[in-house]
């Protein structure tokens, strides 16, 4: 079992940037995968970044590909999403998710452990 809580959530204006948290407690974080997804009313969960265990390979959902980077601290247990250039577009709860699978997966059902979200609003 892996508890994960999310952090550095808010309100923010179009153009702002803002950097998420995800602290892995349970156990170490390096033994798993590390997922963001985001939700809100009108949508499915949607698929945000993925990072590896060792931090080699990276994924992006195409909407905020070349904005939005995914990293980890695998020593502080922690993986981080570094939001730039918001968008309205980009409010929704930001998830942090986890799983032991060595397969590539963009869906949410292919993650086992999720946090309980963090809220982000883009607007002016």
């Known amino acids: 079992q892996v508890q994960l809580v999310e952090s550095g959530g808010g309100l923010v204006q179009p153009g702002d940037s803002l950097k998420l948290s995800c602290t892995a407690s349970g156990r170490t974080l390096d033994n798993f995968v590390v997922a963001w997804f985001r939700q809100t009313s009108e949508k499915e969960r949607e698929f945000v970044a993925r990072?590896?265990?060792?931090?080699?390979?990276?994924y992006y959902g195409d909407s905020v590909k070349g904005r939005f980077a995914i990293s980890r601290d695998n020593a502080k247990n922690t993986a981080y999403l570094q939001m730039d250039r918001l968008k309205p577009d980009d409010t929704a709860i930001y998830f942090c998710a986890a799983d032991r699978t060595y397969i590539v997966r963009r869906d949410a059902d292919g993650y086992e452990y999720w946090g309980q979200g963090t809220q982000v609003t883009v607007s002016s």
């Open positions: 990072i590896d265990r060792g931090s080699t390979t990276y």
